[in-house]
């Protein structure tokens, strides 16, 4: 299916007014240069507190509208791992709220220049405090998320949204800053804990430099990185889990990849599963 035969499918919306926290004049500048963009608080704190509780139903196996989220992490397996659960917004009528914020789609679309924003995956974060002795066990390695999204082309990013207080001691994630301008190295691995390892197996590109970047974010604050920007997280020595939610977000400028279907290019038209975030 052509991309313009494929959007057409999917209902026009009307798009509230624009949020009301501005946005810094040189915000997409800064987001081209370095390949991430982290915003000042733009979700309600009422979204964000009620949003907590749901997030600790979804763990616990409830979920409000029936659907079940895909699941890499239950109850009962390891206590100090991080928890990722995929397509919460299916499950909860309130983590769609925030999946489907228009404020995410408003700053997404004005840091890229796009005429449309939408939803196309959501990931539920929760890693687990673990102490000061805590080890690997909750690091997420170096990797790009190209490196995972085989099945779309063109402009594909995230954002990341921070539900709890992320400080430099519970396990912000960690940016390459530039590193989109690499290409796809396919190098590194998500679910590798040994970063040190990993550093030095990925090639980065002569006349560039690893210069690493915390995102320290209070809460319903977000952080937007490209497909291609390097990232990772180490593990959480705060005395209290840090929650967040990574919502896979796609411009117009996008296509499924031919022959490929996939669970995340399957609902592309349909927007109680991939819900438009912003339309010029």
Known sequence: MREDQMTSTIP?????????????????????RDG??????IIPTDLIERVTARMDAVMDGVYETGEPPRRSWNPGDDPKRIRKIDQAHLSDRTIYELASHPAIGHWAAALLGAKR???????????????????VTGNVGWHQDKQYWRYME?????????????????????????????????????????????????????????????AVLPPGAVSFHDRHTYHASGPNVSDAPRRSFAFHLRTENTRPVEGRTDYYVQHLDDPAYCPVLYEA
Do not use: C, N
């Open 12 to 32: 026009k919306v009307a798009m509230p007014p624009k949020p009301k926290v501005a946005m810094p004049p040189d915000a997409g500048e800064r987001y081209r």
């Open 36 to 41: 991430f963009f982290f915003s000042p608080p």
């Open 117 to 135: 924003v939408q939803l196309w995956a959501s990931q539920m974060l929760y890693k687990p405090p673990v102490g000061s002795d805590g080890g």
């Open 154 to 214: 063109g402009e594909l990013f995230t954002a990341w949204v921070a539900v709890s207080d992320v400080t430099g001691a519970s396990g912000p994630m960690r940016f390459l800053r530039g590193s989109h301008r690499w290409g796809l190295l396919d190098s590194g691995d998500f679910f590798g804990h040994d970063h040190e390892a990993q550093q030095k197996d990925i090639p980065v590109p002569e006349g560039e430099s690893w210069e690493e970047v915390k």
